[in-house]
């Protein structure tokens, strides 16, 4: 198994099971829920390193999502995933801390390349924080 935990947060169901059994798949620790809400209640109980967030969900949206994880849970990092026009939506979000953000359909192979540098930025954080 990797070293790392990760949720990924979507309300399209078929991306979420599809994203969720791929990254399984490749042996990663993952959990999926469709929306902000049930993303902060996840996350006081399966705690992460990363979470991949889509921006545009109804309800709590994606944006204040990431506001409330980085209030809460500074350490995590945050990968959003935008869809297309939306490109501002990531720039906004990584003025609020996220990690990065890539863009939807993401190819796996860049999803897990970010994932794994979300990881390695979290861990030098907490390291540098101690």
Request: glycine share 8%; aromatic share 6%; charged share 30%.
């Given at each position: 198994?990797m070293?790392?935990?990760?949720?990924?947060?979507?309300?399209?169901?078929?991306?979420?099971?599809?994203?969720?059994?791929?990254l399984?798949?490749?042996?990663?620790?993952?959990?999926?829920?469709?929306?902000?809400?049930?993303?902060?209640?996840?996350?006081?109980?399966?705690?992460?390193?990363?979470?991949?967030?889509?921006?545009?969900?109804?309800?709590?949206?994606?944006?204040?999502?990431?506001?409330r994880?980085?209030?809460?849970?500074?350490?995590?990092?945050?990968?959003?995933?935008?869809?297309?026009?939306?490109?501002?939506?990531?720039?906004?979000?990584?003025?609020?801390?996220?990690?990065?953000?890539?863009?939807?359909?993401?190819?796996?192979?860049?999803?897990?390349?970010?994932?794994?540098?979300?990881?390695?930025?979290?861990?030098?954080?907490?390291?540098?924080?101690?």
């Open positions: 198994m070293p790392y935990k990760v949720l990924v947060v979507d309300d399209e169901l078929d991306f979420l099971e599809t994203i969720v059994k791929r399984e798949r490749r042996r990663i620790t993952v959990t999926g829920v469709a929306s902000g809400e049930e993303a902060l209640k996840q996350l006081e109980t399966f705690p992460v390193d990363v979470v991949i967030l889509d921006v545009k969900m109804p309800g709590m949206d994606g944006l204040e999502t990431l506001r994880i980085k209030r809460r849970w500074p350490f995590v990092e945050v990968i959003l995933l935008t869809g297309h026009g939306s490109v501002e939506s990531g720039i906004q979000g990584m003025e609020l801390g996220a990690y990065d953000y890539v863009m939807k359909p993401a190819k796996l192979g860049d999803l897990i390349a970010k994932v794994e540098q979300a990881y390695e930025r979290k861990r030098l954080r907490e390291k540098q924080s101690q």
